[in-house]
Structure formats: structure tokens, C-alpha cells
């Protein structure tokens, strides 16, 4: 089936409304659907030399694959003028906005799934906006208590306990609540999104060597042993503790459908170091699926013909496979 998902650029002076323009120009099996600037699109199309058509995007009329060069737009202009590789902050506003369209988009079943392009988190929050990133603003926008950031390759999933926090505070956040929060969640997308049945979920300890029987750490001894056996006695198919120095190497990697790390870069590092370049980052928990390109902004890129729509095109890819699968909607 045809689907349509919303689209946002992110950070409109980096690469985010290049690789929209080129990934535009391939034909494509859904209709995407742009919020952002039209002007902005027009000018990084001529700076590019591509040929775009922007059309504006009316939900009454049937779903549509775009087709080569073509785009529907739902148009959110910019504050103030772009410079491609120049972060402005009067901007940021603008790149909320488009977020909040976007998000009404598909909370209102206009569109099946986000999309969303890289955005810069440091300029958000130098407009005053406490902002630190997309999964946990799009959470705020649905009103749920939790999200799970998830990042997704054919051969492994590996899903975040704890996102955007500075190390000393990751261990004050991990609680038997929030973790155990975060396996159900993991749990039921690997059923309902990805319709892998009995899924196996290798958990992450959080000190070295998962404590070291408390040697290294209590936090093992002092909630996160327990929680796993809990999880187990509920019939989930779930193992660790895993020392996180291993649970990335070859055997574990076939044994798990997915592995759940506890903090940002216990997971981020040894799945980029792998697949970078294969990875969508998924966010399970909101009303509807999101998908996210696995890159930042790439200011220096901007503009010049030089970015790769690769991971964005994976991404929707990724949206248009398992937004209908969705448990949350």
C-alpha cells in the first residue's frame, strides 16, 4: 500500500534540505510530504542545481507516490533568511514549528509516519528552549511518560534505557521503573512493529563487567538482577545482566533480537562502529512511528553537492515497512 509520510528538514542550514532535494528526485513508493520552508527548498535546489516541484499538500485528496522531482509541502517559513553551513538562532523557532506541524500531522492520521532530518540541538537551546532532542520533545508533544529511543539494522536492534543525559546523572535516572519501562516497550515493538514472536532481549548491565557481582557497582545487585528475573517470571525472554565489554561481540549479536544498553554511548558507539551508514534510529512509544536519519547536520557539507541521502532514504524506507504495524496507534 501507499503511505504518506511528513517529512521535516531539521536544521535548515545544514545538510537536512539537501538530501530532502535529492532523495526527492528518486521515484518514490509513498507520498512524502515536506513541513518547512518553501523558499528555503527553492534556493538549496538552485545552489544544487535540481529540479524541484513543490506542491501543496491537500489530505483530502487520495494518497500519492510524488513521483521523480516532486514533493507535497506543507510550508512553515523560515524567521529569518538561510545561509547554508551558518547557524542562526532566530531559526529556532522555525525548526520547532515544523516539528509541531509535523507531529499534528500524523496525530491526526493525516500522514502514517515522521520522518524526521538532522537537527542542532546547541542552537535550540542557546533560543532559550530547553531542548534535547527529538525523541524527548516528540514525547512532551504526545503526553506519554516514556519513549524508547530505538536504533534499527536488519541484523540487530539495540535500544537506549536512558537517552540525552550527562554521565553523572545516568545513574540517579536508572530505576526499576524506568529500565522495566524500558524492556516492555522494547518488548512489545519487537511483536508488534517488527513481528518477531518470543523476541529474546539481551539487557546491558551498567558498570563494568555488570558490577562484578558488586565489586564495581551496585546497581546491579541493587535493583537490576531482580528486574530481569521479574521480567523473566512475567515470561519475557530476557538475559543479563551482560557485561556491556562483550555484549556487542559476534556470539551475542546472533543469540538477541536486540540488546537493550543503559545509557547513550554504551549502545551508540559499538552499532555505529558496525553498521554506520545501515542504521535508523526508531522511537517506539508515540502515537504513530518515527524514523530518524542516523547523522547530524553536517554544516560544512551544506550547499555543496557533497551529502549523502543514503541514511535518509533507509529511513524511509524503514517508515514505510512497519508504520502499519505500529501497537501504539
Known amino acids: 500500500m501507499t503511505v504518506r509520510l511528513a517529512l521535516t528538514l531539521g536544521e535548515p542550514a545544514g545538510i537536512g534540505p539537501d538530501i530532502c ?92 509516519a515522521l520522518v524526521t532530518g538532522p537537527l542542532h540541538k546547541a542552537i535550540i537551546h542557546l533560543s532559550g528552549v530547553a531542548f534535547s532532542g527529538h525523541t524527548e520533545y516528540l514525547a512532551r508533544l504526545a503526553g506519554v511518560d516514556s519513549v524508547l529511543m530505538t536504533f534499527y539494522t536488519p541484523e540487530i536492534i539495540v535500544a537506549l534505557a536512558s537517552t540525552h543525559l550527562p554521565l553523572n546523572k545516568v545513574c540517579s535516572y536508572l ?14 515493538g519487537l511483536m508488534h512493529i517488527f513481528n518477531i514472536q518470543d523476541p529474546k532481549i539481551g539487557v546491558c548491565g ?39 565489554d562483550t555484549a556487542f561481540a559476534p556470539s551475542n549479536r546472533l543469540k538477541f533480537d536486540a540488546i537493550l544498553a543503559m545509557y547513550h554511548d554504551q549502545g ?29 547536520t553536517a554544516l560544512e557539507l551544506a550547499g555543496r553537492n557533497k551529502a549523502s541521502h543514503e541514511s535518509l532514504l533507509k529511513a524511509i524506507r524503514c517508515a514505510e515497512q512497519f508504520c502499519y504495524q505500529n501497537v501504539y496507534v
Open 206 to 244: 551498567i558498570n563494568p563487567h555488570a558490577g562484578e557481582s558488586g565489586s564495581l557497582g551496585q546497581e546491579e545487585q541493587r535493583f537490576l538482577n531482580s528486574l530481569i528475573r521479574e521480567c523473566q517470571n512475567d515470561g519475557l525472554s530476557v538475559n543479563g545482566p551482560l557485561s556491556g
Open 21 to 112: 532535494l535529492m532523495a526527492a528526485q528518486l521515484p518514490q513508493s509513498s507520498e512524502l510530504v515536506v513541513v518547512g520552508s518553501r523558499d528555503l527548498l527553492r534556493e538549496r535546489a538552485t545552489l544544487l542545481n535540481l529540479d524541484i516541484e513543490l506542491y501543496d499538500f491537500n489530505p483530502d485528496q487520495p494518497i500519492k507516490a510524488n513521483g521523480s522531482g516532486k514533493l507535497a509541502i506543507v510550508d512553515v517559513a523560515l524567521k529569518t533568511p538561510c545561509i547554508p553551513g551558518e547557524l542562526n538562532v532566530a531559526n529556532s523557532p522555525y525548526v520547532l514549528e515544523t516539528l509541531d506541524q509535523a507531529f499534528n500531522l500524523c496525530a491526526n492520521t493525516q500522514c502514517d
Open 268 to 296: 551508540l558507539a559499538p552499532i555505529k562502529a558496525l553498521y554506520f551508514g545501515e542504521i535508523v534510529n526508531m522511537t517506539l512509544g508515540l502515537p504513530f512511528l518515527r524514523t530518524s536519519v542516523d547523522h547530524g
Open 175 to 188: 530505576n526499576t521503573d524506568n529500565v522495566r519501562h524500558a524492556i516492555h516497550l522494547l518488548h512489545d
